[in-house]
């Protein structure tokens, strides 16, 4: 089993910034690729960011390139989602998962473990 915990979310003005971090425990999290993920109010949940289990291969939904970057540091057994450049549009509950090994993973079902999730709101 691999527990993930995220924090960092919150209310913040558009434009603003905004650093979630998820912290996995259980598992030897070098062994895990990790995404986030988020859910608006009414909608499915979506992709958001993956990584690799050595940092080196990232991915990211279209509508966050340029704005969002996703990181790790496996000394630390955390994953990281720094957000710029914040829009309404990006309100929602974002949620970490751990994928056991093989590539990036873009579809939710392709992961194992997942957190409880952690609000972010932007206000315009």
């Known amino acids: 089993q691999v527990q993930l915990v995220e924090s960092g979310g919150g209310l913040v003005q558009a434009g603003g910034s905004l650093r979630l971090s998820c912290a996995a425990s259980?598992?030897?999290?070098?062994?895990?690729?990790m995404g986030w993920f988020r859910q608006a109010p009414g909608k499915e949940r979506e992709f958001v960011a993956t990584?690799?289990?050595?940092?080196?291969?990232?991915d990211y939904a279209e509508s966050v390139k340029g704005r969002f970057t996703i990181s790790r540091d496996n000394a630390k057994n955390t994953v990281y989602l720094q957000m710029n450049s914040l829009k309404p549009e990006d309100t929602a509950v974002y949620y970490c998962?751990?994928?056991?090994?093989?590539?990036?993973?873009?579809?939710?079902?392709?992961?194992?473990?997942w957190g409880q999730g952690t609000q972010v709101t932007i206000s315009s």
């Open positions: 990584i690799s289990w050595s940092g080196g291969s990232t």
């Open positions: 259980g598992r030897t999290f070098s062994d895990y690729v």
């Open positions: 998962a751990a994928k056991y090994r093989g590539s990036i993973a873009t579809n939710d079902r392709s992961y194992d473990y």
